[in-house]
């Protein structure tokens, strides 16, 4: 059912927790599973130095958060946001079509924090 890698994402994921300082953070929630996801990120110079990750939520959105924040760090604010849903299940060697909304919380929440980070430097 689940790929190698989303079960070791899910056993061993990157990048938990909060940034205290955050330069912007980004909530979603799925209403139908319960599901929420939320990303902290850390900007230095245009380019997300540091990424966290919480979620609430099955071991398919777990493993999305923790894939997700492998790849938005280091990247441009421009570069993350050409991260897709898609992208993420894809690194995670695809998410059963019944998990398919799970990796859609952690891009859909990585967009919110990075509006919240433009809307805090617009000031």
Do not use: W
């Amino acid at each position: 059912m689940y790929s190698e890698k989303v079960i070791e994402h899910f056993s061993n994921p990157r990048n938990v927790g909060e940034i205290p300082d955050a330069d912007g953070v980004g909530e979603i929630g799925n209403q139908v599973c319960g599901d929420i996801t939320k990303i902290f990120i850390k900007v230095e110079d245009n380019v997300i130095k540091d990424i966290k990750f919480k979620t609430f939520g099955c071991g398919a959105a777990i493993a999305s958060g923790s894939m997700l924040t492998e790849m938005a760090k280091g990247k441009t604010i421009e570069e993350a946001l050409q991260i897709t849903n898609k992208h993420v299940a894809d690194m995670l060697g695809g998410l059963p079509p019944q998990k398919m909304h799970c990796s859609n919380l952690a891009a859909d929440a990585l967009y919110k924090a990075i509006e919240d980070y433009k809307s805090r430097q617009a000031g």
